[in-house]
T-cell receptor, first 119, second 113 residues
Framework: AQTVTQSQPEMSVQEAETVTLSCTYD???????LFWYKQPPSRQMILVIR??????QNATENRFSVNFQKAAKSFSLKISDSQLGDAAMYFC????????????????FGKGTHLIIQP | DAGVIQSPRHEVTEMGQEVTLRCKPI?????LFWYRQTMMRGLELLIY????????DSGMPEDRFSAKMPNASFSTLKIQPSEPRDSAVYFC???????????FGPGTRLTVL
């Protein structure tokens, strides 16, 4: 079974600074997807960024970028120029691809990192 | 598009009562997922459907939980009888195919007294 570990229950960063959230995962699959979701106090789950395992290039979305290390099974999220609106819980998630049997599994989530932005 | 719609947003009930949570996925999405979020266990997959057919219900905690998807635009998650330990936020999510991210609804916060 796949597992996702987020070792930082809480992180704090000054506004406009850069912060990196850590995520490691365990899988025997070679092809899969990784995601970072943001959950603000409204509890809505919002996709931040996604990464396909077969792509070597790290994904970027504006101020958000990832450092994907497939051999190390590491998938960290970097937030540049932190803004007050970035304050939220951040969840790392794994989803395997269809594989030989087809189909799609649900997401396996880490326990989350609570990001605090200091003004 | 309106996104994934869930109802009710909040539900408070007493132990032993039946609870029904509802979900309308994004039109055209063939995959529908039900998740539960608690402080202790985090986000867990309960069940998912593909083209209205349940594919994997191994996450359903016990027989008190059941889920249906009678058509492509509607799914229910039912708990009967409810217990205080069922208190959680229940999310519905949909996805157009196996390769895309899942789009989440706003969740239903269930409190069982």
């Amino acid at each position: 079974a796949q597992t996702v570990t987020q070792s930082q229950p809480e992180m704090s960063v000054q506004e406009a600074e850069t912060v990196t959230l850590s995520c490691t995962y365990d899988t025997s699959e070679s092809d899969y997807y990784l995601f970072w979701y943001k959950q603000p106090p409204s509890r809505q789950m919002i996709l931040v960024i996604r990464q396909e395992a077969y792509k070597q290039q790290n994904a970027t979305e504006n101020r958000f970028s990832v450092n994907f290390q497939k051999a190390a099974k590491s998938f960290s999220l970097k937030i540049s120029d932190s803004q007050l609106g970035d304050a939220a819980m951040y969840f790392c998630a794994y989803r395997r691809t269809g594989g030989s049997g087809g189909g799609a599994d649900g997401l396996t989530f880490g326990k989350g990192t609570h990001l605090i932005i200091q003004p | 598009d309106a996104g994934v719609i869930q109802s009710p947003r909040h539900e408070v009930t007493e132990m032993g009562q039946e609870v029904t949570l509802r979900c309308k996925p994004i039109s055209g999405h063939d995959y529908l997922f039900w998740y539960r979020q608690t402080m202790m266990r985090g986000l867990e997959l309960l069940i998912y459907f593909n083209n209205n057919v349940p594919i994997d219900d191994s996450g359903m905690p016990e027989d008190r939980f059941s889920a249906k998807m009678p058509n492509a635009s509607f799914s229910t998650l039912k708990i009967q009888p409810s217990e205080p330990r069922d208190s959680a936020v229940y999310f519905c999510a949909s996805s157009p195919n196996p390769y895309n991210e899942q789009f989440f609804g706003p969740g239903t916060r269930l409190t069982v007294l």
